[in-house]
C-alpha cells in the first residue's frame, strides 16, 4: 500500500506522520512549535524529510495559506504565518513529489472520504476555530477558484463597517462565527475587554441568560450565513469541524437552515475525520487513495 | 451545421426561435405572453414544437425555476409561474430530445461561450432584474448542487430581520440589489410607496442628491455582496446582466472589490451575449457548441 510523509504547518504548531492509501496514520505523531523565521522552518521539514522519505512514496503538505492550483506552491501568505512564508520551495525539500493543500481544503476531502461527507457529492465544510476555515466539494472535486483561494469565508453579515475582521475589510462570517466573534460578541453585550469565549460556553453550561444570549448571537450568525451557503451550493451536506464546533447545537442549525432555503433540504454533520483531518487529507489527495 | 429550437420560458413571456451550434440565432424571434394555465403554456409549446422540430436536432428550453442535474425536469416552481408549472413533462411535448436548464445558468452558460466571460474557466454570473439571478461557472462547468438548485442569490445582507425577501426568508442579496430593492431603498429614504425605481435613476442623471445617495446605498449592497461571493469563488471574473445592470458603475464595483478581497483580484464586466441569451445558452448546452 502506498504511503505519504505528511505534515501539517499551522501559525503556531507543525505536525507530521506517515498516512497510508486508504487514510490510516502508520506512525507515531510528531509536533513541534511552528520556527519564527522561513529559514528555520525549512531546516525543521528538511530534516524530517531526510529521515522518512525512504519509507514513503510522496511528501503531502496541508498548510496554512491558498495554495496554486497546481498544489505545488503557497501563493499567498496568511496573517499567522511568517513573513515571506509563501516563497518557499517546497519540492526543494526533498527527491519525492511534495505535493501541497491548504489545510481546510485538506481537512474537508478528509471527511469527504473517510468522515462525515462520505458519500456526498456537494459539501461545504467549515472549521470553527480561533478563525474560520472553508473547504468546499463539488462534483467530488475541491473548489479552488482560480488561483486556489476559493473557499475563503470573508461574506459580509452587515453592509455597514460594524466590526473590523483580520482580514482588513468588514463584518465578515469568520469574524462574527470564530472563537474570537464569539469572544467579542461577550465583549460588546457586557463591554468588557476580559470576557472570554471560555467565560461564554461555562456560562451557558451553568444556565445564566446573559451568556445564554451571547451564545444565540454567535449561533444565529452560523445559520444566517449557512442559510446563504445552502442557497448557493445546493449541498447534500454542511460538516461543522474545529475546536468551537463542538458548541454548536447541529439538530437546531439543520432546523433553522431548511426552514429558510430556497433549495432542497441539506443536513449539517460533525466531523468525524479527527484532529488531523487536514494530513489526512493531503495524504488522500497526493497519493489519489481512499 | 446542428440546431436546436429554443425557448425561454419567463413568467410574463415565452420566447422561441432556431439557433444552430455557434450560437447563432438563425430565425425570427417569436414573442408570446406566458399563459395563465399549465394545459395552456404546453399547448402553445406543442403548436411550436410541431411547427419546426423537423429543421431541428433538439428542443432546448431556458426556463424559471431548478432543473434538476439531468436536464429533464423542473423541480421546483418560482412565485413567477403558474401552479403546478413543475410538473409538466416537457418531453412529452416532441418525439426529438428535449433539453431543459435553468433560465439564469443557461444565460450564463452564453456568456461563457460567446461573451463576456469567454476565455475564462471560474465566473460568477448576476441578473440584476426585477429579482436576482444568479449562475456560477467552475471548471468550465456549470454549479449545480445536489438537486439542481445552485446559485441562487439569497444570502443574507443583515442578520437581524429588516427586509422581507421574495422568497419567504429575510434580508436576502436579491431583496437589496434588484430592481425593487433599489425602489425599496428609495421608498425607506423617503418614507414614500410611491416612489419608482425609475425615480431613482432619473433623479441621479439630473443630480439630485438625495437620489444619488439611494442609488449609492444599493450600488454598495451590490459591492458587499460580490466581495462575499469573490472571496467564495475566487472567479475570474464577474458578468452583471439584466435590466439594472446598465446602471451600475462597473469601474467602480471592481475597484471597490478588489480593495476588501482576500483572493487574487477578479474583474467586473456587462454582460455581451445579449436579451436571448438564455435560449442561446440553453441551445449551445443542448448541442454541446461553441
Not at 53 to 72: K, L, P, S
Not at 82 to 102: A, C, P, R
Not at 160 to 186: M, N, P, Q, V
Not at 239 to 245: E, F
Request: hydrophobic share 40%; glycine share 10%.
Amino acid at each position: 500500500m502506498k504511503k505519504a510523509l505528511a505534515f501539517d504547518i499551522g501559525g503556531t504548531k507543525i505536525f507530521s506522520t506517515i498516512i497510508d492509501e486508504s487514510g490510516k496514520i502508520i506512525a507515531e505523531i510528531e509536533k513541534f512549535s511552528t520556527p519564527k523565521t522561513i529559514e528555520e522552518i525549512k531546516a525543521l521539514l528538511r530534516n524530517e524529510i531526510s529521515k522518512h522519505e525512504n519509507e514513503v512514496d510522496i511528501i503531502a503538505i496541508a498548510t496554512a495559506g491558498a495554495v496554486n492550483n497546481e498544489n505545488n506552491a503557497v501563493i499567498g501568505s496568511t496573517g499567522n504565518l511568517v513573513e515571506g512564508y509563501y516563497t518557499i520551495d517546497f519540492q526543494s525539500l526533498s527527491g519525492k513529489k511534495v505535493f501541497l493543500e491548504n489545510d481546510a481544503n485538506a481537512a474537508a476531502w478528509a471527511e469527504y472520504k473517510i468522515g462525515a461527507s462520505k458519500g456526498t457529492s456537494v459539501s461545504v465544510m467549515l472549521t470553527l476555530g480561533t478563525g474560520v476555515g472553508g473547504g468546499i466539494i463539488i462534483n467530488d472535486r475541491l473548489l479552488k477558484g482560480k488561483s486556489g483561494a476559493a473557499g475563503e469565508m470573508h461574506f459580509k453579515m452587515y453592509p455597514d463597517k460594524r466590526r473590523k475582521c483580520t482580514c482588513g475589510s468588514w463584518d465578515c462570517f469568520e469574524i462574527y462565527t470564530s472563537g474570537k466573534g464569539l469572544k467579542l460578541d461577550a465583549e460588546e453585550a457586557f463591554n468588557n475587554k476580559d470576557v472570554t469565549t471560555y467565560d461564554v460556553i461555562e456560562g451557558v453550561k451553568n444556565n445564566d441568560q446573559k451568556m445564554i444570549e451571547v451564545f444565540n448571537r454567535w449561533q444565529n450568525d452560523i445559520i444566517n450565513g449557512i442559510i446563504g451557503l445552502a442557497n448557493i451550493f445546493d449541498p447534500d451536506c454542511f460538516v461543522l469541524s474545529g475546536s468551537m464546533a463542538q458548541f454548536v447545537d447541529v439538530k437546531k442549525v439543520e432546523e433553522q437552515v431548511n426552514s429558510q432555503i430556497v433549495t432542497a433540504p441539506t443536513s449539517m454533520r460533525l466531523a468525524t475525520a479527527g484532529n488531523y483531518a487536514g494530513m489526512i487529507g493531503a495524504a488522500l489527495l497526493a497519493l489519489g487513495g481512499a
